[in-house]
């Protein structure tokens, strides 16, 4: 096990990012993402739209995928809503570009996770309210916990001050991020709380579904085979909830890869719990998993996503719960489980048209 110090810092700051965008209408944006690729496809992945006109929507802005998901489901068509981090890129480095910035610049609302996960966010919201007072912000994560139920640990240590950001992976505070969005929509767009108050109901049913058919499917794993060891370290709310335990995590908090000791005390560790399986990401790197893997003679599993949600836009399973589904079934069954209390759960969203 190995602590550090968690990255914080950025590239490009916020004022240069500000002072370089040019805020025009929402009609004359266009950006690109970290790799310099046109970001069109991901906006448009992103975001509902309607052809009602006649009536003006709040325009929510959020971070990840599955709380651009979890949002989606509450407000529905009643809100315009955008996600600003595109499937598949890490949403500890990713950096805004002016684009994004006009984005956040155009919102009534945004809403991230908070705990440090989306500092970069926050400034730009921050600096946005100098000048648009109106803009609101709603931080999931910071309004879900208290500070004595925050969990500090491999990937995210005490001394650097933010606390492991994964609540969504505890289906209990996905219900939860769920009923703050829903209230925070009704405060300020009261004519449609009939609306966003039937919409939670529907979906927060879906999610008791699903945390109750997780409960059951880990109960099929061996109790001995009932821990994880993963790339980064996302699942530590999720443990706790669902009767495993993280025992460790390959990436160190500077976000960078493990030193050599590191790799050997793991490697050490993974050996004396008589681990089965361990986990990489579809989002980080998988040479040093593969490497621990090998020598530790362990089977890696490269297909955890806490962010990256399974199929294209439009799929039944591009969704919060098809994210969870999928992890399921890669976790649980290569620890020897099975996911028969998971397979009538459907990962479609489920808010109303209206």
Known sequence: MFVGSIFIATNLSVQNVIARTNITTRNDIAGTNQSGAATTAAT???????????????????????????????????????????????????????????????????????LGLEVNVKDVVDQTQ?????LQILKLGDNSITPDQYVFDFSFPEEAGDPNPHLW????????????????????????????????????????????????????????????????????YFAPRYGMVVIGAIQPSDFGQPTPREVANLIDQIKAENVPVIFGSEVF???????????????????????????????SQNSYVGMMLENMKNMLVPLGGNVIALSNIDPADTFSSG
Do not use: C
Request: proline share 5%; no cysteine; aromatic share 4%.
């Open 169 to 236: 992976l505890n289906v209990l505070y996905a219900m939860k991020f769920a009923n703050l969005t829903r209230d925070k929509l009704v405060e300020m767009d009261s004519t449609n709380e009939d609306y966003y108050t039937e919409n939670t109901n529907r979906y927060i049913a879906k999610l008791e579904q699903l945390d109750e058919g997780i409960m059951k499917a880990v109960q099929t794993v061996p109790e001995e085979n009932r821990k994880l060891l993963t790339f980064h370290d996302s699942w530590a």
């Open 130 to 134: 100098n000048t648009n007072p109106d």
């Open 285 to 315: 790197p998988t040479e040093v998993v593969d490497q621990i893997a090998n020598e530790a003679n362990v089977r890696m599993v490269g297909t955890l996503s806490d962010d990256d949600l399974p199929g294209d836009p439009g799929d």
């Open 44 to 114: 448009s992945n992103n975001t509902l739209t309607s052809n009602a006109t006649s009536i003006e929507k709040l325009n929510v802005v959020t971070s990840v995928s599955p709380i651009t998901n979890i949002v989606k489901n509450v407000g529905g068509e009643k809100i315009t809503l955008t996600g600003l981090i595109p499937e598949g890129v890490n949403s500890h480095t990713f950096e805004l570009v002016p684009s994004d910035v006009v984005k956040v610049n155009d919102a009534d609302l945004v809403i991230i996770d908070g």
